[in-house]
């Protein structure tokens, strides 16, 4: 069983910058592959950004060049870095496995990007 724990959002202006990170319990964090994903009011979850066990990486396109996913599996933790920072952003951001696994979903944590 593994359990998810989001953190780092607020705030933030247009064009400002954003660090996010998930706290993975579960000895076997770091064989999973997981992803960032995003919820905006009146729309589906999407992926936004994914990374292996063996840190590949894959971004949407609308994030691509803006957004960083990292893993540190000593700390089972993984990171989402946004720079760049636009209004279209603004939305629950979930750490799961990818794919995606319904009983590993948790709060998420709100990012607003607005002036």
């Known amino acids: 069983q593994v359990q998810l724990v989001e953190s780092g959002g607020g705030l933030v202006q247009p064009g400002g910058s954003l660090r996010l990170s998930c706290a993975a319990s579960?000895?076997?964090?770091?064989?999973?592959?997981m992803g960032w994903y995003r919820q905006a009011p009146g729309k589906q979850r999407e992926l936004v950004a994914a990374i292996s066990s063996g840190s590949s990486t894959i971004y949407d396109d609308s994030v691509k060049g803006r957004f960083t996913i990292s893993r540190d599996n000593a700390k089972n933790t993984v990171y989402l870095q946004m720079n760049s920072l636009k209004p279209e952003d603004t939305a629950i951001y979930y750490c799961?496995?990818?794919?995606?696994?319904?009983?590993?979903w948790g709060q998420g944590t709100q990012v607003t990007v607005s002036s």
């Open positions: 579960g000895s076997i964090f770091s064989k999973l592959p």
């Open positions: 799961n496995t990818r794919p995606s696994v319904v009983g590993y």
